[in-house]
């Protein structure tokens, strides 16, 4: 029995470490366990090996710090959007009544890896309370008592990354019925809280749920109006709330806690019951302090809208190929065609609509139909917009005078300096917006080039101004932002001749009918005026200039000198030997409307996708790089060197073939301990909210420092020098939690409002996602720890998203969808990138090399290195072979290192290949291990290693406790199994005697 339990005792813990191996750097993560020590050659008191400190004394100091600037943060970026009837701000004396579910849930962050921890987070409530204001507590009770009864799916709880290749019916807004509050007795309790009533309207997105429209719900199929499926117009429920609350109270104000836009038609209507409406994102930890401080009035708002909200949301070209389709004879590749959440070949996403995303569409084709334009429709443009791209109320007014536009030839730029003038009765922030407008062309139509009839070149924002103080305000606009990409002529930008114009607005629309009005001739009638001082537009705010001769060459030249021309060629269906669709232009908005997209799966696409065209080595005559050297280099003799210093050569020499497998093939949530060049293990963490731990935490060892808003509201500041200022609080959270890598920010594109990770992304419109990034970029960096901006490239929906195909045209691909990444890699210096599951036509991000070497390194010059987005799957692991999560493929593209949990993907498949039989991948690992240890070499995982510092691997107490059980259970069963023996021995030399007729003498007996 014991010999039993011992022999299973071995073989589980042996087995369990076999295993278990395969896993290490997970599950050390998993305990907060480093993996290594160090120890000290030399006196270390010589020097100061803390290359990156923090500025306050302890993490205590740090946080109420980071708490300060948080509230702030929503201070900053929330939206006023409506305020009618004094609303706002509210009387500190006021008593208010609460009402909506989330108004005792609120919404701090989406799901997903993203998710991050806010516990401790004050309540609404309790913010209010704080400030004067009296709440009340029969309802705030109620919402408390059915608060698991009447859960959101999702809800702010979750912490699933959904894997289903469907799910969007599962969405659920599920608010309170009024009906529940009147026979639970609430209503009863409004006459004393009747000054107004605060309702919260809420809806979530995350990874992998996207948010839903014409989809019947599972839950309640008739829980959106006329059972449209559409979550993002108010449910019946939440508008008998709102109008029960217009019954009952003095005042209605609306909180919207979305990153999703809602429909805004029961704010925009006649018959609207809403007389105040702020818009505030998720809140993160301390937004809702913030919250309360921007209804009272102790802060004004001065946040601007990062997208254009809608009364029709539905009215988006994008719409039409928002989610994603399969592919019509997907059935035909069989098992090719496996969707298992993580390798979903079976979908992809047209971009038909090309560059007119958001604002690009809706204030386009409204100066079409004010030009009467052949194919414009009859279209009505606020039947369709709410609120335009960058609008936003304040407590107060502004005034603008002294507006130069002065062209600046040395620095290739347009001057814009104006003094803005408070002359209203509250302190408040304003910004001034800059616009402009290209010329479209007979050369445009001609050859598929699209022209946004306004586009954000630049903004600033004013510090707080006291009434009747002035600033005056600089912006520099780069003409460069004036080009357009030609991809069939030229096939670079071009910056074409005739008249362009540029001015300030209040907004995009505000813009544009300042350029109507400078242009003339357009039909009055058709004129729609929002949220500017003049209702025709103002001429005197524009700057016109006009260009004589075309020019293709100024902005067709990269960072690096590489020839900026076509990368994109997979991303047409031409490419593949099949018609490419037609995209929408706005010389025939009618004609070119778009329409859901069905494409079949031809050979050549499947050969490039599923990995029937197997890796084979390049042909090469160059002898493998040197290896094993011993040239007493650590990486700290590099800190501070450049890239192209000679002395990276011999550091690089040291390597070992398994070190090089180890860095490119094993970069989950960090990279490894490599004592060759004595480099420690650097640890790398999500997310765009601030460092979450959502995914390698799992047992609430380490925490999280501050959870930040959303980048929604980040990009709704509009304030760069504050987004700088954040940043480097993100990269103090950094230092004090030991992280020297943030899986952030997230660029991609609010393609449509109903994106499930819009709360991860800054907006629909590319310049500002890439002016807010590059500063917020800048503050984390500056504390040495390094960013990875994600998910490049054309990540923008979650629903099949998984190495989901994306078609779409050039023009689109960089001017909308890599614009932000490339303002943060240029002018912020970002050092890397995180991949996107999806892929550029068929071929997966990560191994597209126009992507990954061309334009990231070549065009923009980024210096660092770039890890895939989760890569451990069956693809990478079955025999069935795939070029998806392929690292042979991935590597010789520009993709430096996978984020990889286990050694049997990419590790195993560098680590069992010849060398020999391929030395230019060979090449390409070593350069991905040289943009690895120039990173890390010069950031906060250095901390603490001198000159005279020995880096060793170090195991965790859990395999030393492995070790442990198969050594002792081992001796006991050795031990067992030896008496087992001697008894079975003694046993048979007894009964040998016996049968001699031997007597057995009393010793033996006993």
């Known amino acids: 029995m014991l010999t039993g ?5 071995v073989a589980t813990f042996t087995t369990g470490y076999l295993i278990t191996g395969k896993y290490v750097d997970v599950i050390n993560k998993a305990f907060g366990i480093d993996g290594w020590k160090t120890i000290e050659v030399g006196d270390p008191s010589k020097e100061d090996a803390k290359y990156f400190k923090s500025e306050y004394k302890d993490q205590d100091e740090l946080y109420e710090a980071d708490a300060d600037i948080a509230e702030r943060l929503t201070e900053e970026g929330s939206v006023l959007l409506k305020n009618e009837n004094s609303a706002l701000p509210l009387s500190s004396t006021s008593k208010v009544t609460l009402l909506g579910h989330s108004s005792n849930n609120f919404i ?10 806010a516990t401790g987070a004050p309540t609404l409530y309790e913010a209010l309370q704080k400030r004067g204001v009296k709440v009340n507590k029969t309802a705030w009770d109620f919402y408390e008592k059915n608060k698991n009864a009447y859960k959101s799916n999702p809800d702010k709880d ?110 925009t209507s006649g018959s609207s019951k809403v007389d105040a409406c702020l818009w505030v994102g998720y809140t993160g930890k301390m937004g809702l302090e913030g919250v309360a401080d921007l209804l009272v009035g102790n802060v004004s708002p001065s946040g601007r809208l990062v997208d254009t909200y809608c009364n029709d949301n539905t009215a988006s070209p994008a719409m039409e190929n928002m989610y994603s389709a399969e592919w019509s004879n997907s059935s035909k590749w069989g098992k090719d065609m496996v969707s298992n959440g993580l390798d979903g070949n079976k979908y992809f996403n047209a971009y038909q609509e090309g560059i007119y995303v958001g604002y690009r569409y809706y204030e386009t084709r409204y100066e079409d139909y004010v030009y009467a334009r052949n194919g414009v429709g009859d279209y009505d443009y606020k039947e369709v917009v709410a609120y335009p791209f960058g609008y936003g109320l304040t407590y107060s007014k502004f005034e603008y005078n002294g507006l130069k536009f002065v062209e600046n030839k040395t620095q290739d730029t347009v001057e814009v300096t104006l003094t803005v003038k408070n002359v209203g009765e509250k302190k408040a922030k304003d910004v001034v917006e800059v616009y402009f407008q290209s010329p479209y062309t007979d050369f445009d139509i001609a050859n598929g080039i699209e022209k ?71 039909d009055s009638s058709r004129i729609v005026s929002f949220g500017g001082d003049n209702a025709g537009g ?20 990269g960072k690096n000198g590489e020839k900026i021309t076509n990368r994109f060629d997979e991303a047409s269906l031409s490419y593949y030997g099949q018609e490419d669709m037609k995209y929408l232009t706005r010389n025939n908005w009618e004609g070119s409307w778009t329409t859901a997209v069905s494409l079949s799966l031809n050979q050549k696409m499947h ?30 003799d590099l800190m501070g060197k450049s890239y192209s210093d000679a002395d990276w050569e011999l550091l690089l020499d040291q390597l070992s073939y398994k070190d090089m497998c180890e860095l490119v093939g094993l970069g989950y949530h960090g990279t490894k301990v490599i004592t060759s060049v004595n480099k420690p293990a650097a640890k790398d963490e999500n997310g765009p909210q601030g460092f979450s731990g959502n995914l390698t935490d799992i047992f ?85 720890v390094y960013v990875f901006i994600k998910h490049y490239a054309l990540n923008d929906q979650e629903t099949n998203c998984r190495t989901i195909s994306v078609f779409a045209n050039e023009q689109s691909i960089r001017e909308i969808y890599l614009k932000p990444f490339e303002h943060a890699i240029k002018d912020g210096g970002a050092h890397n990138v995180m991949t996107a599951f999806a892929r550029v036509g068929v071929v997966w991000s990560s191994a597209h090399k126009g992507l990954m070497t061309d334009v990231l390194r070549g065009e923009w010059g980024m210096d660092g290195f770039a890890v895939s987005d989760y890569t451990t799957t069956g693809a990478a692991t079955t025999s069935h072979p795939r070029t998806t999560y392929d690292p042979y493929f991935a590597v010789n593209a520009g993709t430096d290192t996978f984020d990889s949990s286990s050694e049997d993907s990419q590790y195993t498949y560098l680590y069992r290949l010849n060398p020999a039989k391929d030395p230019e991948l060979v090449w390409n690992m070593r350069e991905a291990c040289h943009r690895i240890l120039y990173v890390v070499g010069n950031s906060s995982a250095m901390n603490g290693l001198g000159k005279g510092t020995i880096v060793i691997p170090e195991m965790g107490w859990w395999q030393m406790s492995l070790i442990d059980g198969i050594i002792y259970s081992s001796i006991a069963l050795t031990a067992l199994l030896a008496f087992s023996v001697y008894r079975q021995t003694r046993y048979l030399l007894e009964k040998r005697k016996l049968k001699n007729g031997e007597k057995i003498s009393s010793k033996e007996e006993k």
């Open 452 to 522: 946004s009839a306004v586009e954000l070149c630049g903004f600033a924002k004013t510090k707080e101004l006291s009434p009747n103080e002035s600033e005056e305000v600089k912006i520099s606009v780069p003409r460069e932002e004036f080009a357009s990409y030609d991809s069939k002529v030229n096939q670079t930008y071009l910056l074409e001749k005739g008249d362009y114009y540029l001015t300030i607005g209040k907004n995009s629309h505000d813009a544009l009918n300042n350029i109507i009005a400078k242009k003339g001739n357009g």
């Open 700 to 784: 609430g060892i380490s925490k999280t420092m501050m959870a930040y808003t959303d980048e929604n509201i980040m990009g709704a500041t509009w304030n760069t020098s504050f987004m700088e200022e954040v940043g480097k609080h993100i990269g103090e959270d950094g230092l004090a939690l030991g992280y020297s890598g943030l899986y952030g920010p997230a660029m991609n594109t609010h393609r449509t409002p109903y994106g499930g990770r819009n709360f991860e992304y800054y907006s629909e419109d590319p310049f500002l996602s890439g002016k807010i990034a590059a500063s917020e970029v800048k503050g984390i960096q500056s504390k040495g």
């Open 108 to 117: 701090v962050c989406g799901t997903g890896s993203a998710k991050i921890d």
């Open 607 to 636: 050969d490039e996708m599923t990995g029937i065209k197997q890796y084979v080595p390049t042909e090469s005559t160059k002898e493998l790089p040197t290896m094993n050297a011993k040239n007493n280099k650590k990486l700290i």
């Open 158 to 267: 979750s912490n699933s990354i959904r894997n289903s290749e469907s799910g969007l019916d599962t969405y659920l807004v599920n608010e309170i019925p009024y009906e529940k509050l009147e026979s639970d007795g609430v209503t009863s309790s409004f006459s004393e809280y009747n000054d107004a009533a605060i309702v919260v309207i809420s809806r979530i997105g995350g990874e992998m749920y996207d948010i839903p429209n014409n989809v019947k719900h599972q839950g309640d199929p008739d829980e959106t109006v006329n059972g449209s499926g559409n979550s993002l117009e108010l449910t019946k429920n939440e508008i008998e709330l709102i109008d029960k609350a217009k019954e009952n109270f003095g005042k209605v104000i609306v909180l919207l806690n979305s990153a999703n836009p809602l429909e805004c038609d029961f704010l």
């Open 5 to 9: 339990v011992s022999a299973l005792l």
């Open 538 to 557: 103002d001429a005197s705010n524009v700057y016109h200039f006009t260009l004589s001769a075309d020019d293709a060459r100024t902005y067709s030249i």
